[in-house]
């Protein structure tokens, strides 16, 4: 028998697994949690796989772990190597959303408005053993460190920034339009960019941020606007909106959320935008992943504008 098959036969496959957990955590409890395993029972498979390749792997630093200068070097090839395994075993077989799973789905406040309804509504009638774990989109730097430890399964944010290492699949285009509260005095019929400037506005960011595209587009004009609230979500704007003689620019989506509000053409030109569900680009369960993905561009492409 070939020395390297004799070496192979030898191993256990699950040493694997949970070395590629340790490196992605640098962290015993939470690679054990990855694998669902108790912290007990990592702490052995670390011990045998020191053994294995005769390297500590995994250090102390300060109060957490590094990795070692071998195991830097194992990281990829390991990751690669489980992905490749699993992709074999997905061979000529396609994903049962009849079976009970969770996927977890980060997501911006724009995308639970309008996509995460249309999806919701799918998943209860075609696979109603499947459930949502939806988190809250930080970031696409968050979301693909998430991806690649097997924290999330999909992240849905702006199409601006998305990592070239994530798998990333456009789910639809959206623009801007404007809302004020329906007994305004001041704007009735018609929105004139003079209007538009003069008027507080109110503004969604989950940072704080008081600058867009909107922000972008008057300055090429010459002008600016002045905002007098920053709120973090989107479905607190009808209600702020109800009690100020502010306006605010939204997606166009949004009208179909928040009835009630007269809406307007901006007195301006706003580029638009794209909204992408990422995924890790060598999923361990591709065809889960792939289902997944049929199942967001089906939701979106249903939620156009009002």
């Not at 070496?7 to 949690?33: G, I, K, P, S």
């Not at 456009?170 to 623009?175: A, E, H, K, S």
């Amino acid at each position: 028998m070939n020395t390297d098959v004799q070496r192979l036969a030898a191993l256990d496959l699950n040493l694997f697994v949970a070395l590629d957990a340790l490196l992605e955590a640098q962290n015993v409890t939470r690679a054990a949690r990855r694998v669902g395993v108790t912290q007990p029972a990592m702490s052995r498979q670390l011990s045998r796989l020191r053994s294995v390749f005769e390297d500590p792997l995994l250090e102390r630093a300060g109060a957490g772990m590094k990795m070692t200068p071998r195991a830097r070097m194992l990281r990829d090839s390991v990751h690669d190597g489980l992905a490749t395994l699993a992709q074999t075993l997905d061979v000529g077989r396609d994903f049962e959303p009849s079976a009970p799973r969770t996927f977890i789905v980060a997501m911006t406040d724009y995308a639970t408005s309008t996509i995460l309804p249309g999806l919701t509504a799918r998943l209860h009638a075609d696979a109603p053993s499947i459930a949502l774990d939806v988190r809250p989109f930080e970031s696409w730097t968050a979301a693909a460190t998430a991806l690649d430890r097997g924290d999330l399964d999909a992240a849905i944010g702006f199409g601006n920034g998305v990592p070239a290492t994530l798998h990333r699949t456009t789910l639809l285009r959206d623009g801007f339009a404007c809302a004020v509260q329906p007994e305004h005095p001041t704007i009735q019929d018609t929105l004139s960019l003079e209007t538009y400037v003069r008027t507080p506005h109110i503004l969604t960011s989950t940072r704080g941020r008081v600058r867009g595209a909107v922000d972008q587009a008057l300055e090429q004009l010459g002008r600016s606007r002045s905002v007098c609230v920053v709120v973090p979500h989107l479905h607190a704007i009808p209600a702020v909106l109800g009690s100020t003689n502010a306006i605010a620019t939204l997606p166009v989506r949004c009208r179909g959320s928040m009835p009630g509000l007269r809406w307007f053409v901006p007195p301006l030109r706003v580029p638009g935008f794209d909204v992408v569900a990422a995924t890790h680009a060598q999923p361990a369960n591709r065809t889960a992943i792939a289902w997944l993905r049929r199942q967001l561009s089906h939701a979106a492409a249903i939620s156009r504008p009002s």
